[in-house]
């Protein structure tokens, strides 16, 4: 009945709220702790001071309890590691968990009842004996002890003696306008606290270098930092960083701890968190800054890990600390302090005051990773949205700082050098010659582009993996550049600054954002804030139309082509490649027309010429001023498919090809394509290759248009497909060519939840196959007589998105018929399942098929076969056989199977059926060693006359390479039935083993088009 009243009296606080001004409660904390780096625990009692603000009188308290979020596999940490694919945490010995215990909460000295709340172990409610009024405060008051988590997990945790304290103590949730927030911690997806004072006590043995948030209170402690600074400058000027050991390596190793300890307290007022990060092993490097006439003092603490990388740090730190209290706002801290950590939760992650940075390997990736955590100290920090509900507030905002830093400081290009701790251990690296923007630029265009983008407004924890980075950081980035291009980099300025001077110390919501830059600039940026943020609307404009009127008006007819009415800006380009004069035109939602007036004759008009919008298709955004092919760009051949800038030139990109078959031979050649990170509107590859063994030209062909819409389909492929090589049948000593023709739609249908929803597509395909086979006379050697048969195929797939518990459902029905007679009319189901068992990711894998001819006079070629299709019995010629035609077990590439059908582990030609057929096929990874065990079940109504129904069974061993799908697979069979061994037992050993080798999984374009979103 309690639990009821609350409930009830909880949602009519939310009811009423909606209505209230914007107020913001206040948390007091003060610490003191101890940290036991003996047995990884920290004890130590907590007070906080809660001030109520509200005009609600509350009558509990939620409050975090978010180390517990490491306790178990229950934990929704847990349930959203193992769903993105780690095993880690859920396979975890006891002793690397880790947990918050020893709670006796107090509130005014008495004790009060407390609970999990919806038995989140992470998440407390806390019932207070008698109602906190409006404008009131209470003092809440608990001893604590932390077992502090292994580091590899998440963000709290050690490595050894190297300690990352975050997120380690009780800590009240936020309660505004809209009520409580309470949250579990998670990997993906930050954190929403209340602002306040705080004042920690951290005891720690004497040897020990440590920063936190706060200003550092203890003068001797100072003193020790400044003798390691100098010390630390000392070992840069005469080049012993990193220190080494007496074998040469890098020294990481831990000193012994001091018996002796010291406390060191650290106060910092207007933060919502406090963290501390310590190790022995720490250099340090301090610097200095001004900003607006006052001293910030900037700290650097590394290990010898990537000691030579880190002697720029003050550098970076300063730098990012000018920049983001130019653009942004006076940064308005004593301190900020980076330090080389252990964290496991991605390239850094920030706290105010400091930030943690994970291994960088080379220079230029530790500065980016310093100035977007530096920059978190203004995006969460100062101005605190709530992350977990808008991310893109603070992760999108920081990477627009983050690309604008970049081109400010670099303008020329980053020019990176060759200190990468890859080039150190492994000799080699891949220096790709890519700015800031346009990695963001190709992160968000590869999922945008196959319409698997989501939008930003949306909770962190429903973002896939690779939208988490692709569209809060990058989309925003990029966005927001956009918007600075749009408005002008004065106005864009003016309306940052105030957004910063109206919120810092607040909790400003995209409403807030939105207003202030709207108020500032005068400008509706419904485009903007409730378009590019809201939705997954694409820019995308196209020259429809350029005449001239005379050299300096030029008659311009736009064509917007997904209807979203973003502005565009057009361009007056020289002959010297400049733009002379620049035009933004407003939004509009089709076509629009208008008059370019120039002062200076131009060469060419062209649609956001320097990539400054998020437009990523550029068809016809290119025109010349005069001529008859207006829209024609130069061609420009480039060998990796990565540069995103193709507005000048129409790129076709080339890659060398070796392949190979028993026919053909060695082939050689080259593939011509147009398909690059992003997926284009129309794409197509040329792939000629020359047969040394057959002495003729082979290859393969395809074009296909992709389509993008928000309904039912929201991707539809239509394409042909072209496939020619040689082949050969053992009676027919003589090499001819098959050819196949497909014509092919993909339907890929809308996913509800595109994190959760599984995966459901349909696919029909019209396929014609030129084949030639004997002539059926009974002159010897016979002749070879040309085939043409016909098929259609239509197959539904369901896949779920489970990386750890992946299932599959596949069910096709094909229909094939030649100028004679009906070749196959069948139905198909496959399904798959498969599951982790243990940390090591080994794997349990069931298959199940189940097959049924209509139409049961047809010839072997189109049988349900045990063993699954070879080379022969691949009528749609689907797959790619090393040994298409032969027929001789003896020989190693007869014995290539696709895993169909029955999917049974032996090549075996007799076992088929024309009617129906049923199988289970299983198989388990065996603990630490690269092989497994395979066993294979199956029943169906064989050929022979007597029209029996057959229960065959299979079972051995086998290793295997899998990359998504299986790649190679060799298996040996060492039990099955005596159908199946009176054909084995006639064959060595080795002469038994069948393989799988499934080039098509390990086709660069057939992986793009699988990657998950």
Sequence with gaps: ?????????????????????????????????????????????????????????????????????????????????????????????????GYIDSLDFKVNGDKVKWQFLNEQVDISELYLTKPL???DSITITT???????????????????????????????VFDKNGWHPMSYLDQGEFYSEFGNYDVSITVPKNYILMATGD???????????????????????????????????????????????????????????????????????????????KI?????????????????????????????????????????????????????????????????????????????????????????????????????????????????????????????????????????????????????????????????MGSKDFTQMNYGAMVYCKTGIGFHYLKAYLGEELFDNCMNEYFKQWKFKHPNPDNIKAVFETVSNENLDWFFEDYIKTTKKTDYSFKKVSKINDLEYLIKLKNVTGYKSPIPIQIINDSNEIISEKWINGFKKDTTFVYKTSVKPSRIAIDYDVITTDYNYKNHMARASGIFKFYKPIKFKFLPISINNNKENLIYYSPVIAGNAYDKTMVGLA??????????????????????????????????????????????????????????????????????????????????????????????????DDFGPDGTFISPPEARRKTAYYGEIEYNLKSRQILKPKELKLNYIYGINEYTNLVNCLQLTSKIEKSYNKSSNKIRWRFFAGFHFN???????????????????????????????????????????????????INTTLRSNNWMISNNFKID???????????????????????????????????????????????????????????NNFKVLQRINFIFNLKSINPFTIKKTIKP
């Design 672 to 769: 011509l394509y147009n398909s690059s990170i992003n997926d284009k509107k129309v794409e197509w590859l040329i792939n000629p290759l020359y047969g040394f063994g057959s002495k003729k030209l082979v290859g393969s062909g395809k074009i296909q248009t992709n389509i993008n819409n928000n309904r039912l389909f929201p991707r539809i492929e239509l394409g042909y497909k072209i496939r020619s090589y040689n082949n050969e049948y053992d009676f027919l000593y003589k090499k001819q060519r098959w050819i196949k023709q497909e014509i092919f739609t993909d339907l890929r249908f809308k996913s509800k939840n595109l994190r959760s929803s599984p995966f459901q597509n349909i696919t029909i395909r019209t396929i014609k196959v």
């Design 297 to 457: 003092t900037s700290w650097a603490l590394f290990t010898n890990n990537e000691a030579k990388l880190w002697r720029r740090s003050i550098e970076y730190i300063n730098d990012a600390t000018r920049y983001f209290s130019k653009w942004v706002g006076e940064y308005p801290y004593n301190h900020v302090t980076a330090v080389d950590g252990t964290i496991s939760a991605g390239g850094g992650m920030e706290y105010p005051n400091i930030t943690v940075i994970g291994s960088s390997g080379d220079s230029k990736s530790l500065e980016t990773v310093i100035v977007h955590e530096v920059g978190h100290n203004w995006y969460y920090g100062i101005l605190g949205s709530n992350e977990r509900d808008n991310a893109w507030m603070d992760e999108g905002l920081n990477t627009y700082i983050e690309i604008r830093y970049m081109e400010e400081k670099y303008p020329n290009g980053y020019f990176r050098k060759k200190d990468s701790t890859q080039n150190e251990s492994r000799g080699i690296s891949l220096n790709i010659s890519l700015e800031e923007k346009e990695l963001q630029h190709i992160a968000y265009q590869f999922n945008a582009s196959r319409n698997y983008d989501q939008p930003l407004k």
């Design 216 to 294: 550092l209170q203890n003068e001797e402690e100072l003193e020790f930092l400044n003798e390691k600074a100098e010390l630390t400058s000392q070992l840069i000027k005469e080049n012993n960083l990193p220190v080494r050991d007496s074998f040469g390596r890098k020294d990481m190793s831990f000193p012994k701890s001091s018996v002796e300890k010291k406390t060191l307290r650290f106060v910092q007022k207007n933060v919502h968190d406090f963290a501390w990060f310590t190790d022995k092993r720490y250099h340090v490097l301090k610097g200095e800054l001004n900003v607006n006439n006052r």
């Design 926 to 984: 065996i603990p630490k060693i690269p092989i497994g065990i395979f066993t294979d079940f199956g029943i169906f109504k064989s050929n022979t006359l007597e029209n029996k129904i057959k229960l065959e069974y299979n079972a051995g061993i086998f290793t295997s390479i899998v990359v998504n799908e299986e790649i190679i697979g060799i298996y040996l069979p060492i039990l099955y039935s005596e159908n199946i061994g009176e054909s084995l």
């Design 1 to 97: 009945m309690k639990r009821l009243i609350i409930t009830i009296t909880s949602c009519f606080v939310v009811l009423i709220s909606n209505s209230q001004e914007y107020f913001q409660q206040k948390v007091d904390t003060y610490i003191d702790v101890e940290l036991d780096d003996e047995n990884h625990i920290l004890r130590g009692f907590e007070k906080m001071v809660y001030y109520n603000n509200s005009s609600f009188t509350l009558d509990k308290i939620i409050i975090h309890l978010w180390p517990n979020a490491y306790k178990n596999s229950n934990t929704n940490l847990a349930k959203q590691k193992y769903s993105d694919g780690s095993i880690s945490f859920k396979y975890a010995d006891s002793i690397d968990l």
């Design 133 to 135: 009024n409006p404008g």
């Design 143 to 173: 001893p604590f002890r932390v077992k502090i988590p292994s580091g590899k997990f998440s963000r709290l945790g050690h490595i050894g003696q190297s300690y990352q304290i975050t997120q380690w103590f009780a800590k009240p949730a």
């Design 856 to 906: 049961q006079d047809i010839s072997k070629q189109y049988s349900f076969y045990l063993s699954g299709k070879n080379g022969r019995t691949d009528y749609l010629y689907d797959n790619i056989y090393l040994g298409r035609n032969s027929s001789n077990q003896e020989y190693l590439f007869s014995r290539q199977n696709d895993n169909s059908y029955g999917g049974f582990k032996v």
